[in-house]
C-alpha cells in the first residue's frame, strides 16, 4: 500500500469535496479520484460515498480514518524532530484559526514577536469570518466566539471583550449625537452583519442595545462594516479594540456595552506538539498583556 494515496484519502476525509482536496494536495481531480480507487482497490472497501455537497465516509472509512490519523500525528511528531529542532528551533507549519476582527485587529500586531522568537516555524494566520475545524485537522489552534459543543477538541477561556457603538465626526455632525437607545430608532442609518450569514450567533448585538434595531447597511465582513461607519455611512457595533483603535471614530452611547467572549481551542490529539504549545502559550501571553485593549474596565 502507498502511504501517498493514504494522505488523498486523509486529504478527502478533511475536505469533504475531491476537488478541495485535490487543490490542497496540487492534484487535479482526475488524479485525486484515481489514487483513491486504487486505494479502495488495494483494501477491498469502499471509503467514501458520493452525495450533492461531496464525499462522506462510509463506516469502512470512518475505521480507516481513525488510523491515518494517528500515523499522521506520528509523521508530524517525528517532523518535529528535524534539523530545525536539533538546533533548539520549531519547524513546520503552525496554523491558527481566528475571528476576522481579533485576528486582523489585534493578533496580526503581535505576530513579529512570535515569528522572531521562532524563525523556523512557518505561521498561518487565518483571519476571516468563520473558523477552520480542528476536527478535520483543518487548522491546529482555533480562537471562537463559544466554547464547542462536542468534538474532540480542548477549550479553556481567553478573555471577555467589549463592544459598543461608533460612528464617524462626520455622520454625528449630520445626524446628531444619539442620547439614548431609542434615539437610534429614529432617522439613523445602523450598520451591521447580514442576518442569514451570520456564522457565530454571538454577532447578534443590535436588539441587545434596543428592542426592534435592524441594520440598513449590512456585511458580513466585520472590516466592511468598521470601513462603513469610518466613511459616515452609519452608526454600527465593534469590539473596543477595533473601535478606539481608529480616531476617526467616536463611541456613540459609550456607557451601553455589549461583552462577549474568547475561546482557546485546541485538538485533543496534537495539543502537547512543540509548536502547538509554542502557539498556545504565545496567544495566551498576548492576551494577558493587553487585555486592557479587549476589556474596557
Known amino acids: 500500500m502507498d502511504w501517498s494515496d493514504l494522505q488523498v484519502f486523509l486529504a478527502i476525509a478533511r475536505a469533504g469535496q475531491m476537488g478541495r482536496a485535490g487543490a490542497a494536495l496540487g492534484m487535479d481531480p482526475t488524479t485525486t479520484s484515481r489514487r483513491l480507487r486504487r486505494l479502495e482497490a488495494a483494501l477491498g472497501e469502499t471509503l467514501f460515498e ?29 517532523g518535529e524532530g528535524g534539523p530545525a529542532s536539533a538546533s533548539g528551533l520549531l519547524s513546520g507549519t503552525l496554523r491558527i484559526s481566528a475571528s476576522e476582527g481579533f485576528g486582523s485587529w489585534f493578533l496580526a500586531a503581535h505576530v513579529p514577536d512570535f515569528v522572531r522568537a521562532h524563525p ?34 480542548i477549550a479553556r477561556k481567553l478573555s471577555d471583550y467589549s463592544l459598543r457603538l461608533y460612528a464617524s465626526q462626520g455622520y454625528l455632525a449630520l445626524g446628531g449625537m444619539p442620547q439614548a437607545p431609542a ?11 447580514i442576518p442569514d450569514l451570520l456564522y457565530a450567533p454571538e ?9 426592534g434595531l ?15 461607519i469610518a466613511a459616515g455611512a452609519g452608526i454600527g457595533v465593534l469590539p473596543c479594540f477595533m473601535g478606539d483603535a481608529d480616531p476617526a471614530l467616536v463611541p456613540v452611547l459609550p456607557d451601553r456595552r ?29 492576551v494577558q ?5 479587549l476589556l474596557l474596565d
Request: charged share 20%.
Open 50 to 78: 458520493q452525495t450533492r455537497e461531496g464525499q462522506v465516509l462510509t463506516e469502512a472509512g470512518e475505521r480507516l480514518l481513525a488510523k491515518v490519523e494517528a500515523m499522521a500525528q506520528a509523521a508530524t511528531a517525528i
Open 120 to 153: 523556523a516555524l512557518t505561521l498561518d494566520l487565518v483571519a476571516n469570518s468563520g473558523f477552520l475545524s480542528l476536527s478535520k485537522r483543518e487548522a491546529d489552534i482555533a480562537v471562537m466566539l463559544s466554547r464547542p459543543k462536542a468534538g474532540p477538541v
Open 183 to 193: 434615539d437610534l430608532l429614529k432617522g439613523h442609518s445602523l450598520v451591521g452583519y
Open 203 to 211: 454577532l447578534r448585538y443590535l436588539d441587545e442595545l434596543q428592542p
Open 214 to 228: 435592524a441594520p440598513t447597511l449590512r456585511s458580513s465582513s466585520i472590516n466592511a462594516q468598521h470601513h462603513l
Open 258 to 286: 455589549i461583552t462577549r467572549s474568547f475561546w482557546l481551542v485546541t485538538h485533543k490529539d496534537t495539543h502537547q506538539l512543540a509548536r502547538i504549545r509554542a502557539g498556545r502559550d504565545w496567544i495566551l501571553g498576548v
Open 289 to 293: 498583556r493587553h487585555r486592557g485593549q
